[in-house]
């Protein structure tokens, strides 16, 4: 395995609860010290690896939720116990709202290099609706302070599909993002996670969520209006400056490379392998006390779950699938075995004719599509 790998540690305090959020934290603050040190110990526990790693990304949750001085003794435990690469990739998500410009300072000072900020949108009530902590003002300030703390690589979230939203207010959202010129920008469209009370209050007809035809025009505005104002879209949802400032972390999970995650629910990858931690802190601290790694289930990925999983993340990215590496690892002929089927998609517009360099990926057309293309591309076991 020839593949540099990335270490991402889940956070999992917030000071609030998101309605539309289904990733895994808690509002409760008073487990933060001792999760700091189950931390710790789970990495210690950790089988000894042989990769290399380039990227380290703090994700969650709510980072920023601790003081620079806990995230600078995660890091050096890593260095210590990992083969970091001198110049790899440390990612720190921040919500604005719980960082001051100092801390900002610090977090700069302890190594990391790239911040991802979650902004959400420039607009009070987008952000009211999503039950955001901070308003547009804090959203400014935070990006600022980062700048002026010295980040460089600066990545900004922003949400499209919010009930009300139309594409003259979404483009005010890409404007005022564009104007602090961040090298990255990771536009997602809001989903209606299971089990989410934003999920339930739709059920109850509470609002009216955004009609398809809007999304996909919202979708298609987003790739014009970022690729016209000099940002590469290199992933469905995701753009940056130009090819060095791709979120080098996030390319892992796209590109079926090798990764670990500690902290509860966080997932690791080791080709075929899969395997993830429970989801609750309390658990998470009990299992490490009695010396027990808080893993909650393996799995081992079948032929055909490594199919899905490389042609749905294949598609995600702008260059696509990697026809070689597919065939490779799966021991087929993809393109003998779909021919029919790429040359239909090919001429109904989706796909771009295969690359030279044997790359199968979506036209802007199919990225409206992807759920609909990618089993059109898979085998079954
Ligand atoms: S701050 Fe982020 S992780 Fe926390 S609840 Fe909101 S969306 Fe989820």
Avoid at 122 to 150: E, P, V, Y
Avoid at 351 to 359: A, T
Wanted: aromatic letters at 12%.
């Amino acid at each position: 395995m020839n593949k540099l790998a990335g270490i991402y540690v889940h956070i999992p305090f917030c000071i609030k609860k998101c309605p539309y959020c289904d990733f895994y934290s808690i509002t409760d603050q008073s487990l933060k010290q001792q999760f700091v040190e189950s931390l710790i110990k789970e990495m210690q526990m950790a089988p000894g690896y042989s990769f290399l790693f380039d990227t380290l990304y703090f994700g969650g949750g709510t980072p920023s939720v601790f003081k620079a001085e806990d995230i600078s003794r995660i890091i050096e435990k890593i260095y210590s116990l990992f083969n970091m690469l001198a110049d790899s990739e440390i990612t720190i998500e921040v919500n604005p709202g719980t960082v001051a410009f100092e801390q900002l300072v610090e977090y700069r000072s302890i190594g990391i290099n790239r911040i991802n900020i979650g902004v959400q949108s420039f607009q009070d009530a987008n952000l009211d609706f999503l039950g955001r902590i901070h308003s547009s003002n804090d959203a400014d300030l935070t990006i600022r302070w980062a700048r002026k703390a010295g980040f460089d690589n600066i990545g900004i979230d922003l949400i499209y599909g919010i009930p009300g939203q139309t594409k003259k207010t979404w483009l005010y959202d890409l404007q005022r993002a564009v104007e602090f010129e961040p090298e990255h920008l990771s536009c997602y469209m809001l989903t209606y996670e299971k089990g989410t009370p934003l999920d339930r209050e739709r059920r109850q007809g509470k609002f009216k969520p955004v009609a398809g035809s809007l999304l996909a025009e919202l979708f298609e505005t987003t790739m014009e209006y970022l690729t016209t104002h000099g940002y590469v879209q290199y992933e469905i949802s995701n753009f940056a400056k130009n090819v060095s400032r791709k979120s080098r972390h996030n390319m892992k999970y796209w590109s079926f490379s090798p990764y670990l995650g500690f902290g509860p629910s966080a997932h690791s990858f080791i080709e075929p392998q899969r395997y993830w931690n429970c989801r609750s802190v309390k658990k998470y601290i009990e299992n490490i006390k009695e010396g027990r790694l808080p893993v909650e289930e393996k799995e081992i990925l079948s032929k055909e779950q490594r199919m899905t999983e490389m042609v749905y993340l294949g598609l995600r990215k702008t260059d696509g699938i990697d026809i070689d590496v597919i065939d490779e690892t799966l021991g087929i002929n993809f393109c003998q075995i779909f021919a029919e089927k790429i040359k239909q998609l090919e001429e109904d517009g989706y796909i771009l004719p295969i690359h030279p360099k044997n790359r199968c990926a979506l036209s802007r057309k199919g990225m409206l599509f992807l759920d609909s293309i990618a089993p059109v591309l898979m085998i079954e076991d």
